[in-house]
Structure formats: C-alpha cells, structure tokens
C-alpha cells in the first residue's frame, strides 16, 4: 500500500522540519509512503525550507503555488498531485496529531473508504483550549451548518482525514470552484468511520482563521450544499406580503366605514425600514448564489502551480484526471 499525506501550508516555516520528523517516526513501521507538503504562496522561508527538506529526503515532495489561493484550494492541488492508494490530509500547525495516523490506517484495512476525524474541544494539557473567539465562532459555523445545510456535518470535523483512491477520485470529479470538503466528502457517499483526537498545542505562528473567514467558510459551505437560505427568504417574502396586504386591507376599512383617520408617520417608517432591511438581506443571499455562478462561468482554474518537485504530478486548469 502506498500512502501520500498532503500538508497544506502557509507561513509555517518553523514548523516544517518538526512535523516531518514526527510522521516519519510514527510511519517508521510503513514501508511506501510521501509526504507532500502545498505551500499557498508563503511569504516566509516555507518554500525554501520545504526544497532543502526534499533534497534531503526523497519520502518528501512539495507543491508551491504561485499566490495564497486559500486552503481549501491548497487541499485541492495535494489531492489532485497525490499518487498513493490513500491519501491522508492534515494541518501543517501541530494541532492535528500524526500519532493518529496508524489508526486511521487501521480503519482503511478494514475497508473504509473515509476515516473522518472529529475534534474534541478538550485540549491536551492544563489550561489549554479554544479561545472565546475560536469558540464563537466555530459555534456559528456549525449552528450555521445544522439550521440551513443539507449535508450532516458533525461539530468538531476537521480536515484531518483519510481517503481512499476512489474516494479522491470522487471528490476530483466535482469540478466547483469553490468545493467546500467538509460537505463534500460525506456527500460522495463512500463507507465511513470516524474518529475522535484531542487537537495538539499549536507548536508556533497563529491561526489563519479569523472569525471573518469562518463565517465567509460557513457562507461557502451552505451556498453549495443548500437552497434552503433562497427558499426562507421565498418564503419571508410571501408572509411578509400577507401581514402588509392585511395591514392595508384594515386601513381602507377604517378609512371608508369609520370616523378614524389612519395616523402613522412613526409605524410606516418602522414598516418601511424593516421591510427594507429585510429585502436587502434576502438581495444579499442571491447576491451569494449569483457570485458563486459568476466564478463558475468563468471556468478560472483553481489554483496555479509556480514550481514542484521534479516529476510531481499537478493539475490546475480545471482538466480532469
């Protein structure tokens, strides 16, 4: 069985060297494997690091990119540069243990296409976990996933997984823009398991993710898995034209059979500012879903690749393997 674990990285340099040790020395027992560091387009010494790493040991390869893509797009290019009969994706900031990699292994002997992993909140160690706003806003992106997705996706899951060639050459054959893993790799269907880690002590640099991006993730995520934010609104629309085509049938009757004069400089301005934010709102949800067929039409390829490994494979111009 050959292995390729593909490592997205950005500004990690000081981590490179350290997590490469520690997969060798948990894979010392695995005969074929390569570990396949994406650089997306570090404005460190990543690449350079990465290229002396490869020149030292063959059972490392890198992909650069030429800008910062994204890390979803980086995740991409290593599946789609990936040789192996399996392929294992995980962070490059220590926080996804490579101690669990045997038993991910394990779980695809037994036949497993998928062997997702699920992120306790408990972190290893006394007085460590998440921040207040890791913490409100992973919140926000699950509760965000739960109420209007349509792909179970269970809090705490992580891009640290295993697939299968046939479960990488499923989610290859989805050609979006903007492929949101985390929805897709349950949507493929392939047998699964799961398992659960405590997430490990960012060894050094910080979190690429701010509460912005997580929200921008979870936007992403539901707008390609989801019709249901397009049909609340339809449906908001329609109860809101019930309640004010009742409103406006009370003031005529009141107009015309009574002695009353309708007053309401104050409730049609609340009326006229609320119904207005809300059409903006539902405008900005179709804003998004347009967006995303924007950047569809234009069949932009998802990532460019400067420079590799000699012999890599890689792909990016939105040509299939």
């Not at 292994?105 to 998928?114: K, S």
């Not at 926000?140 to 479960?167: N, Q, T, V």
């Not at 119904?275 to 900005?284: A, E, K, W, Y």
Request: net charge neutral; hydrophobic share 40%.
């Amino acid at each position: 069985m050959n292995l390729t674990i593909v490592i997205p990285v950005y500004n990690e340099e000081e981590n490179l060297s350290p997590l490469a040790q520690a997969i060798i020395r948990v894979m010392a027992e695995q005969p074929s494997f390569t570990i396949l560091f994406v650089d997306d387009g570090s404005e460190d010494a990543s690449l350079k690091l990465l290229k002396n790493m490869a020149s030292q040991d063959s059972r490392i390869t890198y992909l650069s990119l030429s800008r910062n893509f994204g890390h979803q797009a980086a995740l991409r290019a290593g599946l789609e540069a990936a040789e192996g009969d399996c392929v294992i994706t995980l962070d490059g900031d220590f926080q996804h243990p490579p101690e669990l990699i045997p038993s991910m292994l394990e779980a695809y002997r037994q036949g497993f296409d998928i062997v997702a992993t699920r992120r306790l909140d408990a972190v290893a160690g006394p007085g460590k976990g998440l921040g207040p706003g890791k913490k409100l806003s992973s919140w926000l992106f699950y509760s965000l996933m739960k109420w209007l997705g349509e792909i179970k996706i269970e809090p705490g899951s992580a891009d640290f997984r295993l697939l299968s060639r046939r479960a990488v050459d499923g989610l290859l054959s989805m050609p979006e823009r903007t492929l949101f893993l985390r929805g897709a790799v349950p949507w493929i269907g392939f047998p699964s398991t799961e398992l659960s880690y405590k997430p490990g002590e960012r060894r050094s640099g910080k979190s690429k993710y701010s509460f912005t991006k997580m929200l921008s993730f979870a936007l992403d995520g539901i707008t390609s898995f989801s019709v249901k934010p397009l049909r609340l609104a339809s449906m908001a629309g329609c109860l809101i034209s019930a309640v004010g085509f009742l409103y406006a049938l009370y003031a005529l009757i009141v107009r015309l059979f009574t002695d009353k004069t309708v007053e309401g400089w104050t409730s049609l301005l609340i009326s006229v500012l609320i119904i207005g934010g809300i059409q903006l709102v539902f405008m900005g949800i179709i804003g998004e879903y347009l967006g995303k067929l924007f950047l569809e039409a234009k069949h932009r390829p998802h990532y460019l690749v400067k420079e590799c490994s000699p012999g890599l494979p890689h792909y990016g111009t939105g040509e299939k393997r």
